[in-house]
């Protein structure tokens, strides 16, 4: 018999099947570290060269008791190698860090899915406080999935042994241990991964060692255990060519901002109150303070709006950031900007209401607020972006307005998009279209009229300090023209209808709707927002089924685009999905008098794609 060789006892590769999308969601609890894991699958994935599509959602509460309902994390990505429009329905794999994950997630997951569970973690106190009445790993609660028991706590404190990492530090590094798991199942590469710890921790090595062991650790799990038959790879996704990143909504506006100034030739200044979810925008622009973008964080959302209005008076292009109680405190000096008219623009990135609500999940609740929530007659220009990569453009189509028609403008993100991320190709700086900025001067006067109008219906943008542009400004009603102080009821009702004839002319041409389908038909959903993806799977689902439908996106939100009254009454039935009560479809209504029907959703959740199908076949259904 001849000796053994080196690798006669090496484990042989298990089989990897090739499947064309798979969803997955990591959940535990707000300490577990499952928004990390997931971004880092998220980045890994982009690199892989999968369409991406993903929905962290965070815990409301700031510090809920450990292991509690309220307490879990979740974080979902689809990645696939074809286009995608939603971060997926049905989960296919769901990590479950304790019994709480499990229960608040588990009915997300399809049929047959698999499920990885932390045993360590299914002791009689978690699974009491979880609300099971018995353990649900011993029970049939798990019947209908492919169940996967990983000693997760046992395994990542063993990887790390001999680091003299407390227990409390080698703790933390069980999401690396699950991670590197899941890439294993997922046949992802380590590396991404690795050179982030190493940067992440470089000052504290043992750290660094203990979270690359733990990876490691649970990659190396997947390929021996017998309890995993296989694992599964996914194709690079056909993306047209050029340079990629994973972006989110709020770097996606930050950019979007930095780049405005740019094609402006102004510097910004970006004035902000920290608040969920609209504070990394804050984040994100510091952050790359060497473009020489300015950030000011300021005591509250009053003094914010001020300094961005003060910035705009000065010159600069000013902007501001919040959500919807944000936007409430703003809508005074937001008013004052309307009357000096001057460019301003305001990101609402909207989350649950009223008052606090669910400040951590989204909702489209603040169109009423955004188009009518201001005192006396004071419209604003309103845009919305309908992906997180979307919101780049957005920002930068709200200065160009901006500063075209000396209005403020509101861009109208949600939670969803701006903690959702997904693929985006940089563009070049020399492809995008420079702002404009008219020169102000005296147009042959003897003296500066700091209200006479251009082709636009916009007043000079003078600056301060220039000589022979001397001039008031204020709250005060304007006469027109010259800018002098007016209390003359004619010039009043002038000067209103005036303002709102300017604002009425403010199009993003181009880019005002996305249309997809027949011009005509049985069925047309109207959409704005985030809820792009579900609608656009949904229809085109749909339309294979050779069903009559067509979707309307709308990203001009006021003024509405030119003639979309015209495209609606085309179809026989026009169905508005919204994740608020029906804003959108009243406004519709209200304007072009079609008989437009609500799908409302208020749950702090996007919409899914079976959502919209279930909205169409009722509607279709319905005589």
Known sequence: MSPPTDNAFAVAPKPLDN?????IRFAGDSGDGMQLAGTQFSDTSALVGNDIATLPDFPAEIRAPAGTLAGVSGYQIQFSSQDIFTPGDAVDTLIAMNPAALRVNVNDLRPGGIVIVNEDAFVEKDIRKAGFSANPLEDDTLARFTV???????MTEKAVEGLGLSNREAGRCKNMFALGLVYWLYDRPLDATLNFIAAKFAKVPNV???????LKAGHAFGETAEMFASHYHVDKARLAPGT????????????????????AGRDLLYASYPITPASDILHEISRLKKTGAMTFQAEDEIAAVGA???????????????????VALKSEAIGLAVMTELPLVIVDVQRGGPSTGLPTKTEQADLFQAVFGRNSECPVVVLAPCTPADCFQTVIDAFRLAVRYM??????????LANGAEPWRFPKLADLEPIRIPAAGQNGH??????????????????PGTPGLEHRI????????????????????????????????????????????????????????STYGAIAASVRRARKKGLKVSHCHLRGLNPLPAGLGEKMKKFRKVLVPELNLGQLCLILRARFLVDARELSKVQGQPFTISDITSGIDAALEEK
Not at 208 to 214: P, V
């Open 308 to 326: 961005a209005i003060g910035a705009s008076f000065a010159g600069l292009l000013g902007a501001t950031g919040t959500s919807g109680p944000g």
């Open 446 to 463: 003897e003296h500066f009229l700091p209200y006479e109008r251009n082709a636009d219906l916009s007043r000079p943008w003078a600056l």
């Open 148 to 154: 996967h028991r990983v000693k997760i706590n046992s």
């Open 208 to 214: 660094a060692k203990a979270n690359t062991r733990a």
């Open 244 to 263: 990629y990143r994973k972006i989110t909504g709020n770097e996606a506006a930050a950019l979007g901002l930095i780049t405005a100034s740019r094609l």
């Open 474 to 529: 204020g709250g005060l009603e304007k006469e027109d023209v010259t800018g002098n102080v007016s209390y003359d009821p004619a010039n009043h009702e002038h000067m209103v209808r005036l303002r709102a004839e300017k604002v009425s002319r403010a199009h993003i041409e181009g880019r005002e709707l996305i249309w997809y389908g027949d011009d005509s038909g049985d069925l047309l959903l109207v959409g704005w927002g």
């Open 407 to 416: 209005t403020p403008v509101m861009v109208l993100s949600d939670g969803y």
């Open 19 to 23: 499947i064309e999308a798979v969803t």
